[in-house]
């Protein structure tokens, strides 16, 4: 399986960096389209998991092509689309773009084309290709509940610590950390920063060994604490962005480097959305839809006898006699027309009655020197 990970001179170097776009310009669109997954997903009730796959699928994705050739909601909207199907929470295409024409802007959404349905469905199988059909993707969700089941501590003050952390972790899909590292050094950071933020001190936990020095070393080895803080540096400072709605549009589509294919798309004309991403205020405990079933199949059935067949012959008084029944039976049901074929199957010639060999053979009576059999002998 290809390996999704990445030193930060590589985030530095993606293909939207050979289009002229600069670093903190791609931060901000990356930002731009988790967030709007984070939003489409929430109005859709989608849960955080399907959310979360389609912000890593994002992430992937323009790791490999620009911003100028792939319009960012485009994108979002695609990634959802496939993370709904991967984690059994589908959505219809035409569902999940009327709740995008629904959020965005008439002039956001103008980037979606003549067609929004068709530029998504093309864009899925881009998407498939780029990111290598390896759809299974983990997050840290998982191991942050797995790991606080193991600390010990004042239980209110626990709780208040893991919902902290669980909002780093949402916050941290706007980010780029889910190409940096693993999701269980991941889960580890932010728990590690929400207990300095909260003021828990984790002094005990369940399976602690004397070579333990710290609670997360029986779960990740060779983690340094230069590593957990730039994981929380880089979720941080999201928060230190408050003027991003004051930047400029998203790129207009130039002249694609050699990094993406030339998609001959309409430009990009999406500002940055503007306002409080519902990223903040999402109810942990959404509910997971029920999984919609395909459409019936409906069956057709002919009001009219088939043209293909011929029609059953009028009923007689007494059946024809055998001499005649062949040439007659073949008279009475032509052989059917059918339509992929103009040839007109042929009938065999009907046999001569009775054959010539029949009489010589076969008697009419018993057999020579027998009395009949009916009536039986008195």
């Known amino acids: 399986m290809p ?24 931060r901000r669109y990356r930002k731009e389209g988790a967030r709007f997954i984070m939003e489409c997903g929430t109005a859709m009730e989608l849960v955080h998991i399907t959310m979360a796959t389609g912000i890593v699928y994002f992430h992937r994705f323009y790791m490999f092509h620009s911003f100028r050739t792939f319009p960012h909601y485009v994108t979002a909207c695609c990634c959802l689309l496939l993370a709904g199907k991967v984690e059994e929470t589908p959505k219809k295409c035409k569902d999940i773009i009327k709740t995008t024409k629904g959020l965005l802007s008439e002039h956001k959404f103008s980037s979606f084309g003549e067609d929004p349905k068709e530029e998504v469905m093309t864009l899925e199988r881009i998407l498939l290709q780029t990111i290598k059909f390896d759809l299974q993707v983990d997050h840290p969700y998982g191991f942050l509940v797995k790991y606080a089941k193991c600390l010990k501590g004042d239980p209110t003050k626990l709780q208040k610590m893991v919902q902290m952390a669980w909002n780093f972790v949402n916050d941290s899909l706007s980010t780029t950390v889910c190409l940096q590292w693993e999701p269980e050094i991941i889960a580890v950071a932010l728990i590690h920063l929400a207990s300095k933020l909260s003021k828990f001190t984790v002094t005990d936990w369940t399976g602690k060994q004397p070579n333990h020095l710290r609670w997360w070393d029986m779960f990740v080895a060779d983690v340094t604490m230069e590593i957990l803080e730039d994981i929380c540096h880089q979720v941080l400072d999201l928060y230190q962005q408050g003027n991003s709605s004051l930047l400029a549009d998203s790129p207009p589509q130039f002249q694609s480097s050699k990094t993406s294919p030339n998609m001959n798309q309409a430009p990009v004309t999406s500002p940055v959305a503007k306002g409080k991403s519902a990223l903040e205020k999402m109810d942990a405990g959404a509910p997971i839809p029920k999984i919609i079933s395909t459409d019936k199949v409906p069956y057709s059935y002919p009001a009219a006898f088939p043209s293909m067949y011929s029609h059953p012959p009028p009923y007689g008084s007494i059946a024809p006699p055998l001499a005649g029944a062949l040439p007659s039976a073949a008279s009475n049901y032509p052989p059917p027309l059918f339509p992929q074929s103009s040839t007109v199957p042929q009938h065999f010639s009907p046999l001569i009655h009775p054959p010539p060999h029949v009489t010589s053979y076969y008697h009419q009576g018993p057999p020579p020197g027998r009395q009949p059999y009916y009536p039986p002998p008195t």
Do not use: F, M, Q, V
């Open 3 to 26: 390996c999704w990970y990445y030193e930060k001179k590589d985030l530095r170097n993606t293909p939207s960096a050979k289009d002229g776009i600069d670093y903190d310009t791609e």
